[in-house]
């Protein structure tokens, strides 16, 4: 069975969460003191990942870090589709990738934020916040003239991707760091269907879906 060492409010361990939900995968978790304790910095815990950060699995011996290396890893093993990770499409593989990278710029600046505003940590939170507003407006335009082709979902897939996964924990908790949503109104209609997704779950200032409108 995979080992996830998490924490709860830590968007980044949430991406793998939500994988696993999806896919129906069997996990236990090992809670990390993240802050106060700051227990992904003891001897312990450097031993499993020299770099001292969440989330890290252990699936039977298998010791991965990386939120983003991880979900590749997540949906090439366990989703025998191939939808999550199109791993057949070089074209839908490069379009994931460069999405994933994307999100790591989504991490650097909307989580930067919250954790400036959350658990004090000494970031330049106005250069972050203005990066993540560049950001979400590329991927607000994106998802919009996306719409306008009959596309979902940030990848040119008819389905979901690891791609939705890797960029929504820190778009939907952008308010946390005081990055508003209102001016990405195709960005809160993916959010939406995100949660739409079957298995989709929450966690702390992530909530489910409303119910859905009627067409009058």
Same mark, same amino acid.
């Given at each position: 069975m995979i080992t996830?060492?998490?924490?709860?409010l830590s968007g980044n361990c949430y991406?793998?969460?939500?994988?696993m939900s999806?896919?129906?995968v069997d996990y236990k978790t090992v809670p990390?003191? $993240?802050y106060p304790g700051r227990e992904h910095k003891t001897?312990? $815990?450097l031993k499993l990942n020299p770099l001292g950060q969440l989330p890290v699995i252990d699936d039977d011996g298998l010791i991965l870090r990386d939120a983003q290396a991880i979900l590749v890893y997540l949906a090439s093993k366990y989703d025998p589709s191939g939808t999550w990770y199109p791993r057949d499409s070089p074209a839908q593989l490069g379009e994931v990738s460069q999405w994933l990278a994307f999100a790591d710029g989504i991490t650097a600046t909307s989580s930067a934020a919250r954790l400036h505003d959350a658990?004090?940590?000494? $970031?330049?939170?106005?250069?972050?916040?203005?990066?993540?507003h560049r950001l979400f407006r590329i991927l607000d335009e994106h998802l919009w003239f996306g719409e306008q082709q009959g596309r979902n979902w940030i990848c040119s897939s008819s389905h979901p991707t690891i791609a939705d996964i890797a960029c929504f924990p820190y778009?939907?908790?952008?308010?946390?760091?005081?990055?508003?949503r209102q001016d990405y109104p195709a960005i809160r209609r993916w959010c939406d269907r995100v949660k739409r997704i079957k298995g989709f779950t929450v966690m702390s200032g992530v909530f489910p879906a409303g119910p859905a409108k009627v067409a009058a």
């Open positions: 996830l060492y998490d924490y709860e991406k793998l969460r939500l994988l999806f896919l129906g990390i003191d $993240f001897e312990w $815990f658990l004090f940590y000494d $970031f330049d939170v106005d250069a972050a916040r203005a990066g993540a778009i939907i908790l952008s308010e946390e760091g005081g990055i508003p």
